[in-house]
């Protein structure tokens, strides 16, 4: 049902472009969004879709280096990371099935209700 892309090594200061491909979903019914985990922490939230508009919520850390991105024609949402840090390194994970609208606290930060996720991507930011 998603299928998460774009992980890699990158130095810090840099650029990578998460992809996550939805199948079988129309994602204008429901919230979808980004997560992330480090090794030896818990889940967090990233940033996620939560309208049919494109309303967006980003984890208050985050905002100004990541910016998240919809394209209806493909079904695809897009992760967009800026001037990487070493403590963004984790994995990704992508995850849809909250009918819009959304509690973002409960949604986009914590993933409840978020029936669908998909494999993670390895993002590791390093010298």
């Known amino acids: 049902l998603l299928q998460a892309s774009g992980g890699g090594l990158v130095q810090p200061g840099g650029s990578l472009r998460l992809s996550c491909a939805a199948s079988?979903?129309?994602?204008?019914?429901?919230?979808i969004g980004w997560f992330r985990q480090a090794p030896g922490k818990e889940r967090e939230g990233v940033s996620c879709?939560?309208?049919?508009?494109?309303?967006?919520y980003y984890a208050d850390s985050l905002k100004g280096r990541f910016t998240i991105s919809r394209d209806n024609a493909k079904n695809t949402v897009y992760l967009q990371m800026n001037s990487l840090k070493p403590e963004d390194t984790a994995v990704y994970y992508c995850?849809?099935?909250?009918?819009?609208?959304?509690?973002?606290?409960?949604?986009?930060?914590?993933?409840?209700?978020?029936?669908?996720w998909g494999k993670g991507t390895l993002v590791t930011v390093s010298s």
């Open positions: 079988g979903l129309n994602l204008d019914y429901y919230a």
């Open positions: 879709i939560i309208s049919s508009d494109d309303n967006t």
């Open positions: 995850a849809t099935g909250a009918p819009v609208p959304v509690d973002t606290i409960v949604v986009c930060s914590l993933g409840y209700g978020m029936d669908y």
